[in-house]
C-alpha cells in the first residue's frame, strides 16, 4: 500500500469532546480528522468538478459519487461501503487547559477577544493547549496519481488554513503541518515563513470556478489574507478576536433591529452580522427579552445553522529555538449563503416569526472586517 504520513502541530487549545465533553473529558478519533480531511477535499475538488462537468446538480452528484468512492459513505446510500483512503492517527497532547483558563489568555491588549471568539457554547469544557497529532494515510491498491495528490493537497491544506475540534472556524484547535513524508506527488515543503506559505498557497490553489459555488469551496471570490504577525498564539489570536469585537459594536442596527422584533414590529432586514454565520442571539437585560436569528426552515430539514464563510487559524512560523512567530489566517469562502428559497427567520419565543425569504446578508461585511487588519498581507487574491 502506497502511503502518507502528515504530522501536525497544536497552535491554539483543541476543544475536542471525549465520551462526555461536559464532564470535561477530552479525546481524539480519527474520524475528527477524517471530516476536516473531507472538508478541504471538497474544498479544493469544486473548481475542477464544475468545469468538467458545467451545470451545478450535475456536479454535485459527481462530487458526491468522487468523495464516496475515495473515503467510504455510510451505510444505506447507494454507494455504501469503505474508500480508498484508510486512515489512522495517534496524538500526544501537553495536558488539559479549562475553557476559563482560555478566556483569560486572551485579556490584555484586546478587551476579552479570545472569550469573544469563544462564544458561550464552551462553558465547563477543557482542551488541550497543544501537543501533536500524527496521521497515517493508506491508499487501496488501484488507487490512481490523481487521487493521491488530492489527498496529498488536502492534507497540506489542514495544516496552512484549518483546524479541528469546537470553534474550529474561529481559530481554536489550529494545526501547522510540521513534516509531510512517504509516497508524494507534490515538491512542497512545510512553510517556515511568510513568502514560503504564500508561494504553498498559490502551488496548491490553482484552479478557481468563477461562479460562486453551492457551497464552501474555492472560487474566484475566495481570499485568504496573513492578517496580523506576533510573538505569542494567544496574543494575535485575542487580537483578532477583539477587531471581530469591535466590528459588532459598530453595527448598532443590528441591535435595533433585533429591539424592533422584540417588541413585535418586523424589522427592515435581518441583522447584518448574520453574514458570518447562523444562529445568532440577542439578549436584551431591561426586560430579559430573547431575540433568536436562524435558517427559515422546517424543522424536519434539519439545517438549522449556517457556518461562517470565515475560517481563521493562527499559523505557526518555526523559527530558531524561541524565536517562532505566529500569523493570523483568515480564509474567506464565499458561497451560496442558504439553499435556493430559503431564507432568514428572525424569531421571538412565544411569537410569530418574521420571515425574509431569499435574503442573503452582504459579503461587503466580511472584505471590511478583512480590509480593517492594517499590516495584512494577501496571501490569495
Do not use: C
Request: proline share 7%; aromatic share 8%; hydrophobic share 40%.
Amino acid at each position: 500500500m502506497k502511503q502518507l504520513r502528515a504530522t501536525y502541530t497544536v497552535v491554539t487549545p483543541m476543544f475536542l469532546g471525549g465520551a462526555d465533553p461536559r464532564a470535561g473529558q477530552v479525546g481524539f478519533r480519527p474520524p475528527s480528522f477524517k471530516g476536516a480531511l473531507r472538508f478541504w477535499w471538497r474544498a479544493l475538488a469544486w473548481s475542477e468538478v464544475v468545469e468538467a462537468v458545467r451545470d451545478v446538480p450535475s456536479a454535485l452528484r459527481e462530487l458526491h459519487r468522487r468523495e464516496a468512492d475515495l473515503f467510504g459513505s455510510a451505510a444505506g446510500e447507494h454507494t455504501g461501503g469503505q474508500g480508498r483512503v484508510l486512515l489512522s492517527a495517534d496524538w500526544q497532547p501537553e495536558g488539559t487547559v479549562t475553557a476559563d483558563a482560555v478566556r483569560s489568555a486572551g485579556r490584555g491588549g484586546q478587551e476579552d477577544g479570545i472569550g469573544y471568539l469563544m462564544g458561550q457554547g464552551l462553558k465547563g469544557r477543557n482542551a488541550v493547549p497543544g501537543g501533536r497529532i500524527g496521521v497515517l494515510v493508506s491508499f487501496r491498491p488501484g488507487t490512481g496519481e490523481g487521487d493521491r495528490k488530492d489527498v496529498e493537497r488536502s492534507l497540506l491544506t489542514i495544516g496552512f488554513l484549518g483546524g479541528l475540534g469546537s470553534r474550529a472556524r474561529r481559530g481554536f484547535g489550529s494545526l501547522t503541518i510540521a513534516a509531510l513524508e512517504g509516497d508524494r506527488q507534490l515538491d512542497l515543503a512545510p512553510p517556515r515563513n511568510v513568502e514560503g506559505l504564500r508561494t504553498a498557497l498559490a502551488t496548491l490553489i490553482v484552479d478557481r470556478a468563477k461562479e460562486r459555488p453551492p457551497y464552501s469551496a474555492f472560487s474566484a471570490r475566495s481570499r485568504v489574507d496573513l492578517s496580523l504577525v506576533g510573538g505569542s498564539a494567544a496574543g494575535v489570536h485575542a487580537a483578532v478576536g477583539g477587531q471581530m469585537q469591535e466590528l459588532r459594536q459598530a453595527l448598532g442596527d443590528d441591535t435595533r433591529r433585533a429591539r424592533e422584533a422584540a417588541d413585535g414590529k418586523k424589522p427592515d432586514q435581518p441583522p447584518e452580522r448574520s453574514a458570518f454565520g447562523l444562529p445568532l442571539q440577542f439578549y436584551f437585560k431591561r426586560d430579559r427579552a430573547k431575540v433568536f436569528v436562524e435558517p427559515a426552515v422546517r424543522k424536519e430539514d434539519r439545517m438549522d445553522r449556517r457556518a461562517s464563510p470565515l475560517l481563521i487559524q493562527v499559523h505557526r512560523f518555526e523559527g530558531e529555538p524561541g524565536a517562532d512567530q505566529f500569523g493570523v489566517v483568515q480564509t474567506f469562502l464565499p458561497a451560496q449563503f442558504l439553499p435556493r428559497g430559503k431564507g432568514i427567520r428572525v424569531q421571538v419565543p412565544r411569537k410569530a416569526p418574521f420571515d425574509f425569504p431569499g435574503f442573503s446578508p452582504p459579503e461587503a461585511l466580511i472584505l471590511g472586517y478583512l480590509d480593517a487588519f492594517t499590516g495584512r498581507r494577501t496571501m490569495l487574491p
